[in-house]
């Protein structure tokens, strides 16, 4: 089969396309003929630092954590899934290919209503939401939620998310375009970081959850904005993973902060989140309540420019790439 493989650490350039062996699904997997898969920044860390990233085997690392497509096998102890299931999937790695194999616990069926390609924009963001605004956060209905960066994939389904669940949104994006295009999904309220201080404009907002992407400076500005008792998840922290807050704050407001990496959790913790997230998120799919953004999609083999494009920060929404 072929696949996108990170040849060394580098830019996107570093990206090619190679014949490579077709997966053989254990007896608990199943082997996915892929549609599409989605880009991810996870995807970018590990093409830049495969040392750390790519556990060791950069020649044979294959990136992509989540794509959809057709079974077109199962594992001898696969019970829940048969030949021709068409699925989303979340993964650990290899969705840039023809073929993954993949927990069958971890597969979910395409939405209602959503095509078998878009439906590779699924997976991460709704388990990656699910598990840290809804499970550590504990996001209820009629709290108010922010969501730093809101129109990436992360940001575009979050927000879609908890306005089905019954809360207020909130989130801050730097251009007028993306501010334009947030308003009309009905977020609440949308900030222009670059014009304007979130923490100034949301200080007597009492904020009860926040997943922030960004880090540094923002995380003592986000637990200055949180309600008592609020909550503040970390997925990422691209402006800084080193932080100063005051601790005075936590303790005086009773906060927690907390945050996750996805793609580590273990296959136990990624049933039950698919498990929850086909339960309570699903339905708002059917329900025409959420759907995912796609920004653009690139052939496979073009993997390159999908990373530069999502390199730039200018899209919004998710980035695919379609195999076949």
């Known amino acids: 089969m072929k696949a996108i493989h990170i040849t060394k650490s580098g830019g996107p350039e570093v990206l090619q396309l190679q014949e490579t062996p077709k997966p053989i699904p254990a007896e608990n997997q199943v082997l996915i003929k892929v549609k599409a898969a989605g880009v991810n920044r996870s995807d970018i860390i590990t093409r830049k630092n495969t040392d750390t990233y790519g556990k060791g085997s950069p020649t044979t690392l294959i990136p992509g954590l989540e794509v959809s497509g057709e079974i077109t096998e199962i594992g001898s102890a696969v019970t829940d899934k048969k030949v021709g299931d068409k699925v989303c999937a979340l993964i650990a790695d290899g969705g840039y290919a023809e073929y993954v194999a993949v927990y069958s616990s971890h597969c979910l069926p395409i939405p209602e209503g959503i095509s078998l390609t878009d439906a590779a924009a699924i997976p991460e ?13 504990k996001l209820q209905p009629g709290e108010k939620l922010l969501i730093h960066g809101g129109t990436s994939g992360i940001g575009t389904m979050g927000l879609q998310m908890a306005k ?15 501010i334009d295009f947030l308003q009309k999904m009905g977020v609440d309220k949308v900030i222009n970081y670059k014009k304007e201080s979130f923490e100034e404009i949301l200080k ?11 880090g540094g400076d ?17 997925i990422n922290g691209m402006k800084s993973m080193d932080v100063n807050i005051n601790l005075r704050t936590i303790m005086a407001k009773n906060l927690t902060l907390t945050g996750s990496f996805l793609k580590p959790q273990t296959a136990e913790v990624k049933t039950q989140i698919a498990k929850d997230v086909e339960k309570n998120i699903w339905p708002m799919f059917h329900s025409k309540q959420i759907l995912p953004i796609i920004y653009k999609t690139f052939p496979l083999a073009e993997a390159a420019e999908a990373h530069r494009l999502m390199e730039g920060s200018e899209h919004i929404g998710k980035i695919l790439l379609t195999v076949g």
Not at 164 to 178: I, L, V
Not at 218 to 234: P, S
């Open 164 to 178: 089905a669940w019954g809360c207020k949104t909130y989130t801050t994006a730097g251009s007028e375009d993306k």
């Open 125 to 137: 963001t709704v388990f990656t939401v699910w598990f840290n605004v809804f499970h550590l956060g």
């Open 204 to 214: 007597d907002e009492n904020i009860d959850v926040i997943l922030d992407m960004v």
């Open 218 to 234: 923002y995380t003592q500005k986000n637990l200055e904005i949180l309600n008592k008792k609020g909550r503040l998840c970390y």
